[in-house]
């Protein structure tokens, strides 16, 4: 069964959620969520990691959403469609549109909104490289490594569209309030029209200006100060002005939301705030965004923190139809491969140990066998050739000149290896053989005709089985002929019988003549071709007889030793 996790970390708490299953039917196995200690990285890291060892994270599939508040969505129109095209190109257009920004500072992803032949509109969302690299140096540093990573409005949306909230003639507006901002996605008709992301969230006590504009970069100590704990009186007081601040911005969306179709609810996730679910905004009620299947493990209440992180677990799954990827360039998760390296490398390196000790047996080998084909040769050549210094005459008495030369050159041949060159000789000196056979009248090439009495000898042996069998046959006549095969076919013999099989009935005696011809057609000598004769009965009924019974017999195929 598969099993993925999807996580997500915000600035103050972080969401865990593991499912077991498929895309489309699944169930929560754990879950868990917490406050982040502030300030201390080892801590988070240690927090991290001690939650996802308890809950039995699946290392090799995590993925995870980071803060919209570190995003910036703009839209972007380019002339073609290409996806290829848009990922060459996407960096430089939005370039202009993001002056607050490094360009090469900030990692960009885009979402196709429209799209023909002509044009495609994209959702184009910028994170800053250095924010991105925090959260996954603190992943890294709790034992894991995401696979991707994205931001908390597209795991709301594939969340959102995995369940029947989004059907093709509604439209919604989806928010997720976070620690220190706010994210909001225009839905019409299960396809994504908006995103944008409200710089306030719930546990922010130092709301942004009003007059703020979206992806502007705060000072490092307005960034600093909006997460500062207060006065719990001063607390309330400024949770309620947040609370208000992400009514009006919300309100402000569905107003100016561009949509077909009405839009029917805003759907809200995340953290609770006072009064704002049952409420109404504009004329749509708010309704909190419960994704979850049923009886799918997730809690009965206070569910909202964890939608984000089952969107992450759902795409982690092959789930999703939004697939943003965060991780490119150097942030980039370059599969699997890195995680097996240095194993691989390990291995790697004692198959090269392993088949350099095995060369080095083989060349010792080789060496030892060289030596003794060496022997073998020079000692094959002086029995061929003899020693004329020594006085010693060889085998060959009279060979011929090419293979006295070759024999007397033995070391000159370079070419082939000494195996080679008793090879080579074997081979001349079958030639010769054969040469000096045809010349005498000896050709093995040169077929004999067959012996028409051999072939009458297999089929008599054939019969006298029979009788050691039990039956009683008596030949009566007896044909051989040698007849040569036409049209390409082989010799062969025709026999033609006369016999009577006795027997005590005639039925006894068919069954004799049937044994008969299964034992003949049971030969490798046997052509196949028997020209079975009808049989007559004897005027005693004690057997039958059969006249001009032709068997074809192929000699060539019989062992003649055995017969």
Request: aromatic share 6%; hydrophobic share 40%.
């Given at each position: 069964?598969?099993?993925?996790?999807?996580?997500?970390?915000?600035?103050?708490?972080?969401?865990?959620?593991?499912?077991?299953?498929?895309p489309?039917?699944?169930?929560?196995?754990?879950?868990?969520?917490?406050?982040?200690?502030?300030?201390?990285?080892?801590?988070?890291a240690?927090?991290?990691?001690?939650?996802?060892?308890?809950?039995?994270?699946?290392?090799?599939?995590?993925?995870?959403?980071?803060?919209?508040?570190?995003?910036?969505?703009?839209?972007?129109?380019?002339?073609?469609?290409?996806?290829?095209?848009?990922?060459?190109?996407?960096?430089?257009?939005?370039?202009?549109?993001?002056?607050?920004?490094?360009?090469?500072?900030?990692?960009?992803d885009?979402?196709?909104?429209?799209?023909?032949?002509?044009?495609?509109?994209?959702?184009?969302?910028?994170?800053?490289?250095?924010?991105?690299?925090?959260?996954?140096?603190?992943?890294?540093?709790a034992?894991?490594?995401?696979?991707?990573?994205?931001?908390?409005?597209?795991?709301?949306?594939?969340?959102?569209?995995?369940?029947?909230?989004?059907t093709?003639?509604?439209?919604?507006?989806?928010v997720?309030?976070?620690?220190?901002?706010?994210?909001?996605?225009?839905?019409?008709?299960?396809?994504?029209?908006?995103?944008?992301?409200?710089?306030?969230?719930?546990?922010?006590?130092?709301?942004?200006?009003?007059?703020?504009?979206?992806?502007?970069?705060?000072?490092?100590?307005?960034?600093?100060?909006?997460?500062?704990?207060?006065?719990?009186?001063?607390t309330?007081?400024?949770?309620?002005?947040?609370?208000?601040?992400?009514?009006?911005?919300?309100?402000?969306t569905?107003?100016?939301?561009?949509?077909?179709?009405?839009?029917?609810?805003?759907?809200?996730?995340?953290?609770?705030?006072?009064?704002?679910?049952?409420?109404?905004?504009q004329?749509?009620?708010v309704?909190?965004?419960?994704?979850?299947?049923?009886?799918?493990?997730?809690?009965?209440?206070?569910?909202?923190?964890?939608?984000?992180?089952?969107?992450?677990?759902?795409?982690?799954?092959?789930?999703?139809?939004?697939t943003?990827?965060l991780?490119?360039?150097?942030?980039?998760?370059?599969?699997?491969?890195?995680?097996?390296?240095?194993?691989?490398?390990v291995?790697?390196?004692?198959?090269?140990?392993?088949?350099?000790?095995?060369?080095?047996?083989?060349?010792?080998?080789?060496?030892?066998?060289?030596?003794?084909?060496?022997?073998?040769?020079?000692?094959?050549?002086r029995?061929?050739?003899?020693?004329?210094?020594?006085?010693?005459?060889?085998y060959?008495v009279?060979?011929?000149?090419p293979?006295?030369?070759?024999?007397?050159?033995?070391?000159?041949?370079?070419?082939?290896?000494k195996?080679?060159?008793?090879?080579?000789?074997?081979?001349?000196?079958?030639?010769?053989?054969?040469?000096?056979?045809?010349?005498?009248?000896?050709?093995?090439?040169?077929?004999?005709?067959?012996?028409?009495?051999?072939?009458?000898?297999?089929?008599?042996?054939?019969?006298?089985?029979?009788?050691?069998?039990?039956?009683?046959?008596?030949?009566?006549?007896?044909?051989?002929?040698?007849?040569?095969?036409?049209?390409?076919?082989?010799?062969?013999?025709?026999?033609?019988?006369?016999?009577?099989?006795?027997?005590s009935?005639?039925?006894?005696?068919?069954?004799?003549?049937?044994?008969?011809?299964?034992?003949?057609?049971?030969?490798?000598?046997?052509?196949?071709?028997?020209?079975?004769?009808?049989?007559?009965?004897?005027?005693?009924?004690?057997?039958?007889?059969?006249?001009?019974?032709?068997?074809?017999?192929?000699?060539?195929?019989?062992?003649?030793?055995?017969?």
């Amino acid at each position: 069964m598969a099993r993925s996790c999807g996580l997500r970390i915000g600035p103050r708490r972080y969401e865990l959620v593991v499912l077991d299953g498929s895309p489309k039917k699944h169930k929560i196995a754990a879950y868990a969520m917490g406050e982040l200690p502030v300030g201390d990285e080892g801590a988070v890291a240690a927090l991290l990691k001690a939650a996802m060892k308890e809950h039995g994270v699946p290392a090799d599939n995590v993925g995870v959403a980071v803060d919209t508040g570190m995003a910036a969505f703009r839209t972007l129109k380019v002339p073609f469609s290409d996806r290829a095209k848009i990922e060459e190109v996407v960096k430089f257009e939005v370039e202009s549109h993001l002056p607050q920004w490094n360009i090469d500072d900030v990692i960009i992803d885009f979402h196709v909104l429209e799209s023909s032949d002509d044009y495609s509109e994209l959702l184009v969302s910028a994170v800053p490289k250095g924010d991105l690299k925090h959260v996954l140096g603190l992943l890294e540093k709790a034992g894991t490594e995401p696979l991707e990573a994205e931001l908390e409005t597209s795991a709301m949306v594939n969340a959102a569209l995995a369940s029947d909230l989004c059907t093709a003639d509604n439209a919604q507006v989806l928010v997720h309030v976070g620690e220190a901002s706010t994210s909001v996605v225009v839905i019409d008709g299960r396809r994504v029209r908006e995103m944008r992301a409200i710089r306030i969230g719930a546990l922010a006590t130092e709301p942004a200006a009003a007059g703020a504009a979206e992806g502007e970069v705060e000072s490092e100590a307005e960034a600093s100060s909006v997460l500062e704990p207060r006065d719990p009186e001063e607390t309330a007081r400024r949770l309620e002005a947040a609370n208000k601040r992400i009514r009006r911005e919300l309100g402000r969306t569905v107003s100016a939301a561009r949509t077909l179709h009405p839009i029917e609810a805003v759907y809200v996730c995340g953290f609770e705030l006072p009064g704002l679910v049952g409420s109404r905004i504009q004329d749509a009620e708010v309704r909190p965004l419960d994704v979850f299947q049923k009886d799918g493990g997730q809690p009965a209440e206070g569910f909202g923190p964890l939608v984000v992180a089952y969107g992450v677990a759902l795409r982690q799954l092959g789930g999703g139809e939004l697939t943003p990827h965060l991780r490119r360039e150097e942030l980039r998760y370059a599969g699997a491969f890195e995680k097996v390296e240095l194993p691989l490398a390990v291995v790697a390196l004692l198959a090269v140990t392993l088949i350099g000790v095995w060369f080095i047996f083989l060349v010792k080998e080789s060496q030892f066998a060289e030596s003794k084909l060496g022997f073998w040769r020079d000692s094959s050549q002086r029995f061929l050739v003899g020693d004329l210094k020594a006085g010693r005459q060889g085998y060959l008495v009279y060979p011929s000149d090419p293979v006295q030369r070759y024999l007397a050159n033995l070391d000159a041949d370079k070419e082939r290896t000494k195996f080679e060159q008793l090879q080579y000789v074997n081979g001349q000196l079958k030639n010769e053989i054969r040469k000096l056979e045809k010349d005498l009248g000896q050709d093995a090439e040169i077929t004999q005709p067959q012996s028409a009495l051999v072939g009458a000898s297999l089929l008599l042996g054939v019969l006298e089985s029979e009788v050691q069998n039990g039956g009683r046959p008596s030949l009566r006549k007896l044909q051989s002929t040698y007849t040569i095969g036409k049209q390409g076919k082989p010799d062969y013999v025709r026999v033609v019988l006369d016999v009577v099989f006795f027997a005590s009935d005639t039925v006894q005696a068919t069954q004799n003549y049937e044994d008969f011809l299964k034992a003949v057609e049971a030969q490798p000598w046997c052509r196949g071709q028997i020209d079975r004769r009808p049989s007559t009965s004897n005027e005693d009924g004690k057997g039958i007889f059969v006249v001009g019974l032709a068997i074809e017999v192929d000699v060539s195929k019989a062992d003649i030793g055995k017969s």
